[in-house]
């Protein structure tokens, strides 16, 4: 194998306690540390060490006095979070969840732009158009707009944003005391872009960014996602369920982005697994099951209404789950709706079998197994065409973590498949995507 | 002197290289350090392990091609570069300027409220509701709305973050793993704010803030500013020229604030003052001549245009600065305008005199002299009732600050004028100021 053969691209999602909705109940969680900054240094440079690709945050923009009951914060706003942990690491990736729905192009590119000369170029923004009239309702709208128009929107925000990131050539910093120039103004150049949602007259009031644009990662599936990310993302977060699954979706995916001109190989497909890790299966099984006896299955109701938005919390849970609208009348995230009601059927499960489920991951792939079997499955995903890499979402963050990296990474380093050092320092070195714009 | 006895407060107001404009152009600055998070990372600990209550960030959301050919780029994001900040110092305040006419209160006091958690309550806010066209440009309008509206929305905006920050009651978080509460829900509350400009529903999605909420920092001397300020700020940043100006300032400052029903000692009037210290005053006028000889006139009558909202950049350089449009026509910067075109007036400055009293400090108080002088000068204004305190602005960011730390603080300190520990962990321990609302 030559020092450019394939590797695995491993993200740390990092969601409070642990991705299972009751991982704050665990006796081993000490949720008083959601609120303290050295948890989230811990959990990346733990991650650091052991040369994981990025940290990895969601978001959302809202809450609620019944969400908040059972544990559902969405908490820290992840770039100003990530822009502590760019100066309590020196390597991992940070990336960050920002909707653009309810932020300006200016503000965002320069934040961004600010976090990657902080973080010396590991700057990662994930891309999201949020789908909840609750979160609507925190910036002067009653209701959500519809998913066509939210990713028409974010079309015009990232390609104004990518002219910010661009409106300063490389070259165009001078710092030429003697004649007194900071920048040749002939390289500083206005975008006075006129669009249908934006007008931005620039230039970013920030110098040319290490990576030139923060790497860009979106994780719609549905096919205003899917059109949008081909055009765009560099990395792709995607939930799967099932590796034939996994397999189409990527070999689609490839094909759009091979389409629009994109080398296929700069677009990284990385789904999401939540595993939990036993040194026997008995015992992950066991920890799973301990998870999931934590869980209260009114609040993972309320947990699955408010993300798909609708409202399911008076179904009766011990019934198959009643028919959904079809998807296309799904304004929220239509494409984890449709997958939750493929799992359903698919498997013929009541309504509380689903939530459990969905406990784990939110859909998102859930794996309870050894180190050897989650290194297994990781690998036939990986050699099959059915992933580039994964956004590893530890059930149980601190204790599910501290397994992954002990003994999953050992194992998939064993098998040449994933790094055993970093060769290099941005994000954009540990993805192997070059800035294209 | 009880332990309790009245102590100055002391800022360092952190700008590129320095505040004087020419500042990057001294054979000291090291103008590329600018996008080096470790150069804001040493000034900062310096001025922390000065005992200094905070550093204090401005902005501006706009650049053009000819400001940043003589070097004018405001750099980083503040609150990004602040939440790096935090993590690499462990009790010197934050302060950082967003303005109200650009943001969601929803998404900045969440940002703020991160701040504060990750800073372990150290966190500040400088309002500003930005004065040019060219700042509104990049937000999709033409023109900067009105002096008048801006501040109307300025307090609505303030009075929606301050229901966010409030919408947690102190102990909502119960964190209760045996009865699954994580929160009480009767304790976390919607807004449902419905007002002229913003429409809420809340609750912020973080948990309640170390300080209850960020210290509310304001710097607008026109009508419209100061009467916000009597009603918000906590600490007022102002430019005042002589001491019998401040003196009238801080009088009628502390009057408004008190019929207003506050207390006046919990609101902080800190001018600027912009030192350059030598052993000798002859030195330190040679200094600050260099620095001069350093300015090019043409850049900072471009400066001047652009802070000020009015294109002086045909005026000649020699005569006396033409007549201004009267202040309550002026939508932009109005007080800053105003002072100004008092200085001007008062001194019979030519075009070319008066920018140069502005090269040092946009306005604000310069000072050559001796530590001693320096120090005499400020006991002055803390005593006879002209400040509290003072946002401190090295001409040249580094050596000036050296000098200010290593000459000024100890003779304040000897005179029993600065702490020479920190008594407390929050800003607001700093200043004095407790969370009221």
Redesign the interface.
Known sequence: MGANHRMLHLNLFINGMGHHE?A????S?R??R??D?RYY?HLAQVAEEAKMDAVFLAD???????A??????????P???L??L???TSRIGLIGTVSTS???P??LA??LA??D??S?GRAGWNIVTSGTD?EA?????EKISSHAERYERAREFVEVALKLWGSWDRD?LV?D?ER???????K???LNHHGRY??????????PLPQGHPVLVQAGSSEDGKAFAAAFAEAVFTAQQTVEEARAFYADFKTRAERLGRNPDHVLILPGICPIIGRTEEEAKEKEAQLHG?S?PR?SLLLLSNRIGVDLTDYPLDAPLPPLPPAEQIEGHRSRTQLIVDLAQREQLTVRQLLLRLAGGRGHLTFAGTAKQVADFMEEWFVTGAADGFNVMPQLMEEGLNDFVNLVIPELQRRGLFRTEYTGVTLRDHYGVPATR
Do not use: C, M
């Open positions: 009751a704050w109940r665990h006796p969680a949720p008083e959601l609120t900054i240094q959302r923009v809202s809450t609620s006095p019944r908040v009951q059972s544990g559902t914060v969405s908490g820290f706003e770039l100003t979070l822009s502590a760019a100066v309590s309810f932020n300006d200016f503000n320069r934040r600010s976090l000369h902080i010396r609750q309702q925190n910036f002067g709208f165009a710092l005391k007194g120039v900071f920048a040749d103004p002939e500083v150049h206005e934006y007008r931005v007259r620039g230039p970013l009031n920030v110098p934590l209260d609040h």
